[in-house]
């Protein structure tokens, strides 16, 4: 019988190091899995950082659509699928991701406000540990800006994956990453919020400029992430990377 993880409801920061970004993405989808099945009463935040380009296309993205394929071949960079909606990111050196897992015995609420429950104490966090006119602000449905010019300028975008007793909260944070790549190997979003007005990524994102501690400590602290946890399910993770994430016909099945 599988041993199951039973803290005392809580918020635990998950501190494990994975090789791929295959792997990652099939690890917020296992902790998914177990807040949804039981197996924890714990909410799970995490960080990790890729160690290379990888365009990461959202669950209903159709890749041809939103990516340049041609341009990712001639850069070598890989398209994987994650398990949450929204659109196409770039990953890579200099940009942060976040997770959040929350289990709902009772049922997950609205996602109105799990977008709120997520975005306003990171963007509170976020704002007290800048020097920056007016901090940082929630804009559009899931997105965190700095700057007031023109609608602001995105430095983090986040997906969310629902199930009936789970709640998968992630995203991206530009910190020192390289914004011109996302301007090569993107195609212009088939779909955008009021705010962005037609910018191209170039003048639509900025980055942040925080640094990888820097972030960490201001995502521990808008959740309450004090408990740390070093076990992680990896079976469930080797069957989804071997089952979605390595697998063609999962990334290109739209």
Same mark, same amino acid.
């Given at each position: 019988?599988?041993?199951?993880?039973?803290?005392?409801?809580?918020?635990?920061?998950?501190?494990?190091?994975?090789?791929?970004?295959?792997?990652?993405?099939?690890?917020?989808?296992?902790?998914?899995?177990?807040?949804?099945?039981?197996?924890?009463?714990?909410?799970?935040?995490?960080?990790?950082?890729?160690?290379?380009?990888?365009?990461?296309?959202?669950?209903?993205?159709?890749?041809?659509?939103?990516?340049? /394929?041609?341009?990712?071949?001639?850069?070598?960079?890989?398209?994987? =699928? $994650? *398990?949450?909606?929204?659109?196409?990111?770039? &990953? !890579?050196?200099?940009?942060?991701?976040?997770?959040?897992?929350?289990?709902?015995?009772?049922?997950?609420?609205?996602?109105?406000?799990?977008?709120?429950?997520?975005?306003?104490?990171?963007?509170?966090?976020?704002?007290?540990?800048?020097?920056?006119?007016?901090?940082?602000?929630?804009?559009?449905?899931?997105?965190?800006?700095?700057?007031?010019?023109?609608?602001?300028?995105?430095?983090?975008?986040?997906?969310?994956?629902?199930?009936?007793?789970?709640?998968?909260?992630?995203?991206?944070?530009?910190?020192?990453?390289?914004?011109?790549?996302?301007?090569?190997? /993107?195609?212009?979003?088939?779909?955008?919020?009021?705010?962005?007005? =037609? $910018? *191209?990524?170039?003048?639509?994102?900025?980055? &942040? !400029?925080?640094?990888?501690?820097?972030?960490?400590?201001?995502?521990?602290?808008?959740?309450?992430?004090?408990?740390?946890?070093?076990?992680?399910?990896?079976?469930?993770?080797?069957?989804?990377?071997?089952?979605?994430?390595?697998?063609?016909?999962?990334?290109?099945?739209?």
């Amino acid at each position: 019988m599988r041993q199951r993880h039973h803290p005392a409801a809580g918020v635990d920061w998950l501190d494990v190091k994975l090789d791929s970004v295959e792997e990652q993405l099939a690890l917020d989808e296992a902790l998914l899995e177990e807040a949804h099945e039981g197996e924890t009463t714990a909410t799970v935040v995490r960080a990790w950082m890729a160690c290379e380009p990888v365009v990461v296309v959202g669950s209903s993205s159709r890749v041809e659509e939103e990516v340049d /394929l041609v341009a990712c071949l001639e850069a070598g960079i890989r398209v994987v =699928r $994650r *398990p949450s909606g929204g659109l196409t990111v770039v &990953l !890579g050196p200099g940009c942060l991701m976040w997770s959040v897992v929350e289990p709902h015995p009772e049922g997950a609420p609205p996602i109105e406000r799990i977008h709120a429950r997520m975005l306003d104490p990171l963007a509170h966090a976020l704002s007290e540990a800048l020097s920056l006119p007016g901090g940082v602000a929630r804009r559009g449905s899931s997105d965190l800006v700095v700057g007031s010019v023109g609608g602001g300028r995105k430095i983090s975008g986040n997906a969310l994956r629902v199930r009936r007793h789970g709640v998968l909260y992630h995203g991206t944070l530009l910190d020192d990453f390289d914004i011109g790549l996302v301007d090569r190997i /993107l195609r212009h979003p088939p779909r955008e919020p009021d705010y962005r007005a =037609r $910018r *191209p990524h170039r003048e639509f994102l900025a980055n &942040l !400029g925080l640094g990888p501690q820097g972030f960490e400590a201001a995502l521990r602290r808008a959740f309450g992430a004090t408990r740390v946890r070093t076990s992680w399910p990896a079976d469930r993770v080797a069957r989804l990377v071997a089952e979605r994430y390595t697998v063609p016909a999962w990334t290109n099945r739209l």
